[in-house]
């Protein structure tokens, strides 16, 4: 699978970015998707990951309420809407995939053996 992340840049706190993760190699309804983050001089983190199926969404509890991810299977393509974005929120965001079943949905790291490149996100305070 060859994920391609795209939408970062600069916003101020309280602005909103949206990133796009396109895929392709796989059949990509067969794809849970995942996005992490790195912040500078930290680990990177779960963000957010949906399943096969688009109910079965999950969220880092830092980023509830904010953040909303949702996949278009036409377009191949996983998106993360952030909004009432904060300075902690600076970050490269990464898109993962993995191929799973419908019942199963991963959300961390090392589930994932596909990753895009990354796009950064820089929030002004």
């Known amino acids: 699978v060859q994920l391609q992340a795209s939408g970062g840049g600069l916003v101020q706190a309280g602005g909103s970015l949206r990133l796009s993760c396109a895929a392709s190699?796989?059949?990509?309804?067969?794809?849970?998707l995942g996005w992490f983050r790195q912040a500078p001089g930290k680990e990177r983190e779960f963000v957010t990951a949906?399943?096969?199926?688009?109910?079965?969404?999950y969220y880092a509890d830092s980023v509830k309420g904010r953040f909303s991810t949702v996949r278009d299977n036409d377009k191949k393509t996983v998106y993360l809407q952030m909004n009432s974005l904060k300075a902690e929120d600076t970050a490269v965001y990464y898109c993962?995939?993995?191929?799973?079943?419908?019942?199963?949905?991963?959300?961390?790291?090392?589930?994932?053996?596909?990753w895009g490149q990354g796009t950064l996100v820089t929030v002004s305070s």
């Open positions: 949906i399943g096969r199926s688009t109910s079965s969404t």
């Open positions: 993962a995939a993995r191929e799973t079943i419908m019942t199963y949905t991963p959300t961390t790291e090392h589930e994932y053996p596909y």
């Open positions: 190699g796989r059949t990509f309804s067969r794809l849970s």
